[in-house]
């Protein structure tokens, strides 16, 4: 692949209503359009009722459109591709790793270069934490192969924007609630 026709990366911060079938409408938007949701981390928002998604996808300059597609969405209350913009992203992986008595230091000693958690220890395995950038988990993951890696699971990207602005503004005017489960009270 050159570089005119490289695919590159792009990652998108929605605020959503949280009830179901918001998350099958906004990935069949991005089937549709043809593009691969590469990873997706979902989770509550700061505001109730509301969550937020992060994720990535695979396009090319199309994703501006299927972004302002989204935007449409009565459940998709705000949306931003931040892609070229200053953010902090992270994401968590744990990795379960094939262990004994000759090796274990050895895996302890790299989980902490990498300042990754060891989560829990059995005789024959090990499973380590670790949170940074796709960068960082995939140079741990890449030196933990040589231990044999039993199981491993990755969050996905999530992102914020630097410094105190904000994804997704707060409106001035009479805030709307949210509520996370309708009819239903959970305390």
Do not use: C
Request: hydrophobic content about 40%.
């Amino acid at each position: 692949m050159t570089a005119w026709n490289r695919i590159t990366p792009h990652t998108i911060i929605a605020l959503v209503e949280d009830k179901p079938g918001v998350l099958n409408r906004i990935a069949s938007k991005w089937r549709q359009r043809g593009f691969n949701i590469e990873s997706l981390a979902v989770g509550h928002s700061e505001k109730p009722g509301l969550s937020r998604m992060t994720f990535v996808v695979d396009a090319d300059t199309n994703a501006e459109q299927v972004v302002r597609q989204l935007d449409k969405l009565v459940d998709v209350v705000d949306i931003r591709d931040v892609s070229h913009e200053d953010i902090v992203a992270r994401e968590m992986a744990m990795i379960k790793v094939r262990t004994n008595h000759q090796n274990r230091s050895q895996i302890i000693d790299l989980a902490e270069v990498f300042r990754a958690e060891v989560v829990d220890v059995a005789t024959d395995s090990m499973i380590i934490e670790a949170t940074g950038e796709e960068q960082k988990i995939d140079s741990l993951v890449s030196l933990l192969a040589d231990f044999e890696i039993i199981e491993l699971v990755r969050t996905g990207k999530v992102a914020m924007l630097r410094g105190s602005e904000v994804s997704h503004p707060h409106e001035e005017e009479e805030e709307e609630h949210y509520e996370r489960y309708p009819g239903q009270h959970t305390w």
